[in-house]
């Protein structure tokens, strides 16, 4: 496939852009970008991964790019695509390294004044307490092998069941916080030593917990009905599967390029090898994965237990004084069986999330209870700086992008551009200036992670609402951070 | 060595970088020491025993990725930083290599990069100017 570029695009309104079907296109492309956006991957290659993930067999409906899409390894990230169970494929390139990766948002019963002066000391204890940094291992929870064989069939049950959270938290929780045809006996011993010493930490990069607050309310009876009100305690918890999910994903790499030669396809990019659902390969590799996810689900399930047990610990009070009662838990890189509304009939697809997020409307049998009336709640977090958003699903987003919304802001400054840029500047200080208390694992992380290496995540929810994808509900801003 | 024996290719989302090699074992080696040089900072403690790698592949780009992944491999499972490499036997399809590994001391020791995984993504390894020339990109 030639290089595609912006050329390629043919507007149709102010928020989507198609890229028609050509080469060996099985369908068009749609990019939900408004033009502010569509600057910032003018020089990239995901307008090319998008016509790269629609030449995959299979392919139903269009290949879709999210408003915060930049270049990524096979799709771009912000890509979605479904599949046919019978005749489609599966790729690890659709679903990426860090598989699971995800954002949980608990809500407190408190508002911000209430904890103001305890922020200096939940961020230390938050610090102290959830292992954080890269190849940051958990003290506290040792897990045997065969142990950690469990947490992989059932993901974030198994946590529940050892102590860490409550069964309501199930109920919040995309999946239940478990996929049920996960196979730990698809994970090889590399990625189980990767994983084991990993559960209940929160790694490194753009990981992070945060508490904040709701500072902006765009629909009173939405936020509401999902339990926020303005000046309300926040915390936001974002991590994946850790070492054992990128493990997984390089493993089955390898294995799926093998699989790409033996059926016969032929691929574009050697990061979007697949196999097909229904084979040994592909059945081997959405096993691997649905594990992967699970330990992910477990890992944001423990760290949600370490956040309540340190508000207890730093306000000495009980839980029931401050609440911290899951909100949802939403996966933003994963495949997953659905059922969707294809030709005006339901069916079964394959749906890839790669850094994009479920979001299904109200009445959606997915939906929990709590919820039918809202819709399924949505997080995308921003910048350490900014803000973050909480959405909800709508029916045009099941309609048009099977259900799917945009996961963050996306970068747009290199590390090193950031390291140069921070050149000089106290990130630590100048956070506090702007009224958030950041401790990260080293200063390497805190530098490339400054507000300013990120497009305003603003920007990107705006487009998903505009464009109905998702309803905007509520902004929440950070008061203390802590980091990998 | 000086330090300039790599260069970083930038990308907002990925870091990638390039390395050159009079041989496709010596640009192996190379590549390895630059991963090493963009992943940790370490303070040298002396002597240690080296250990033994072993890495195969069905092709010389997957020999690559291969053998990166297994220097994250001993960081992330068993908290080893390697501090240096000698490959000891190379075709297309094998290494066989010595590595220096180093006990990761948070105290001393500093991260540079978290590395998830090395990719396929515009992996090259080919001739370029009379010269071995190998890029890779990591997923962050």
């Known amino acids: 496939m030639k290089e595609l570029s912006i050329h390629n695009l043919k507007q149709i309104d102010q928020y989507r852009w198609l890229l028609p079907r050509q080469g060996k296109m099985r369908t068009d492309g749609m990019l939900f970008l408004d033009r502010t956006l569509l600057e910032y991957i003018k020089n990239d290659k995901s307008i090319t991964q998008v016509a790269n993930v629609a030449w995959l067999p299979g392919i139903v409906g269009r290949s879709l790019a999210m408003p915060d899409m930049h270049q990524g390894y096979g799709f771009p990230i912000g890509g979605v695509a479904a599949f046919d169970p019978e005749k489609g494929v599966v790729s690890p390139g659709g679903v990426g390294y860090d598989i699971n990766c995800g954002v949980r948002l608990l809500r407190s019963t408190l508002e911000k004044g209430e904890i103001a002066s305890s922020i200096p000391e939940l961020v230390e204890s938050l610090f102290a307490n959830i292992p954080t940094g890269v190849g940051s291992r958990q003290r506290h929870l040792k897990l045997n092998k065969q142990e950690l064989k469990k947490v992989l069939e059932s993901g974030a049950p198994w946590a529940v069941k050892k102590g860490f959270g409550i069964k309501d938290d199930l109920l919040h929780i995309e999946e239940g916080g478990s996929l049920d045809w996960a196979d730990p006996g698809t994970v090889s011993d590399k990625a189980l030593d990767r994983g084991q010493a990993q559960l209940g930490t929160l790694g490194s990069g753009n990981h992070f917990v945060e508490v904040g607050f709701v500072d902006k309310i765009f629909d009173r009876k939405l936020a509401s009905g999902i339990g926020l009100f303005e000046n309300q305690v926040t915390v936001i918890i974002h991590t994946g599967s850790r070492g054992l999910g990128h493990q997984v994903c390089g493993d089955y790499i390898r294995i799926l390029q093998n699989a790409s030669r033996k059926y016969g396809f032929d691929l574009p990019d050697r990061e979007l090898c697949c196999a097909p659902i229904n084979s040994p390969e592909g059945k081997k590799y959405l096993a691997a994965m649905a594990a992967a996810a699970n330990f992910a689900f477990a890992n944001r399930q423990i760290i949600t237990e370490e956040v309540r047990q340190t508000f207890e610990q730093v306000l000495g009070t009980g839980r029931k004084k401050f609440g911290l009662d899951l909100v949802y838990d939403v996966c933003h890189n994963i495949a997953k069986y659905e059922t969707h509304t294809v030709d005006g009939k339901p069916q079964e697809v394959v749906v890839h999330r790669k850094g994009a997020t479920r979001a299904f409307p109200a009445n959606h049998p997915k939906v929990p209870e709590a919820y039918r009336e809202t819709g399924q709640p949505v997080l995308i977090p921003g910048d350490m700086g900014r803000y973050s958003y909480v959405l909800v699903g709508t029916e045009q987003g099941m309609h048009e992008a099977f259900g799917s919304t945009c996961h963050g802001a996306g970068r747009i400054m290199s590390r090193h551009a950031a390291k140069k840029f921070a050149k000089g500047h106290n990130v630590t200080a100048e956070l506090a200036e702007m009224g958030v208390r950041v401790k990260g694992a080293g200063r390497a992380t805190l530098v490339e992670e400054i507000p300013q290496a990120y497009k305003d995540v603003e920007d990107v929810v705006r487009v998903v609402h505009e464009a109905g994808l998702a309803r905007k509900v509520a902004r929440l801003r950070p008061m203390g951070v802590i980091k990998g | ?140």
Do not use: C
């Open chain 2, 1 to 140: 060595m000086p330090t300039q024996f790599y260069r970083i290719i930038e990308h907002p989302a990925d870091t990638g970088f390039e390395v050159k090699g009079n041989t496709r074992k010596k640009l192996f080696e190379t590549a390895a020491r630059a991963f090493f040089d963009i992943m940790w900072s370490v303070e040298h403690t002396g002597e240690n025993e080296p250990y033994s790698i072993e890495v195969r592949s069905g092709d010389i780009n997957e020999l690559m990725v291969n053998f990166l992944e297994e220097f994250l491999y001993l960081f992330d499972a068993k908290g080893l930083v390697s501090t240096d490499l000698k490959i000891e036997s190379f075709s297309e399809t094998k290494i066989i290599a010595k590595v220096w590994l180093h006990q990761f001391n948070n105290e001393i020791d500093q991260e540079l990069l978290a590395v998830k995984a090395v990719t396929y993504h515009q992996l090259f390894i080919g001739r370029k100017d009379n010269q071995w020339v190998a890029r890779v990109f990591l997923d962050i």
